[in-house]
Every structure is written in structure tokens, then in C-alpha cells.
């Protein structure tokens, strides 16, 4: 039995943090990994994956449609910013765990990201003003 099979979602995501500070990662950032990776964990804890050789693509792709049906408090969806960087935490875990050798491979590697919404900027000059 491999140390992957024993290892759990949570001490992987306690590694990895680990890493983080360790190599000089801010402390914020080290924070907001480990709040987008502790709801990747509870996602992971409600279907019973308790390993991290337990995780496909598949699982990954779920947790992003779980993302993109997700909604804040105030009853609105995720921004696609927010679901990025929640996916990019997760990937970065995967990829830890792989360099690492924890792992043979990265379930999260080919999963692509949503696509980040263009809008139109703010404050754009009316016609008037331009001519002026």
C-alpha cells in the first residue's frame, strides 16, 4: 500500500500549506489556499472521498459544476473569478501532491477553467463629452 492511499484529503491539504509557507508564499495567500481547499474538503467528506488517491477528473469535474451551482449568502452565484480560484487551488494541490511524489498523477490537469466573463469597462465617456 502506497503513502498516497493512506493519505487523506486533509493531511494533503495540510502538506501542502506546509509547502506553501515553507518556499515563502505570503501568509494571506496561505490563508486563502486554505479556505478554498477546506471546501474542497467538505465537498470530498459529503461523497465519502477520503483519499487522495481517491480523486479523479471526475470528481474534480463535479466540484466545479457544485461551484458554478453554489451560492453566496445574499442568494447570487459565485463570480467566475471565485470559482477560478477555487479550482486553481486544487490544482495546485494535485500538482504538489504529483511533484511530491504522492501521487502518479494529476486528476485536476485537464480540467479547464470557466471562462472569465469580458465586460464592458465602467465610466466609458458618453458621445457628448468625447466631442467636446
Partial sequence: MSEATRL???AAIARYLQWMAINGY???SVIRYDESLRLFSAFCDERSLLTVDEITRSCILRYQR???YRRKENGA?????????YLQ???NLFTFLVKSELLPFN???EVRFVNR??????GVLSRDIVQQ
Fill in 107 to 109: 486528476p485536476a490537469s
Fill in 89 to 91: 487551488a486544487v490544482r
Fill in 117 to 122: 466573463r469580458h465586460r464592458l469597462p465602467r
Fill in 8 to 10: 487523506s484529503i486533509g
Fill in 26 to 28: 505570503s501568509p494571506n
Fill in 77 to 85: 452565484r459565485l463570480a467566475y473569478m471565485t470559482q477560478t480560484t
Fill in 66 to 68: 457544485a461551484l458554478y
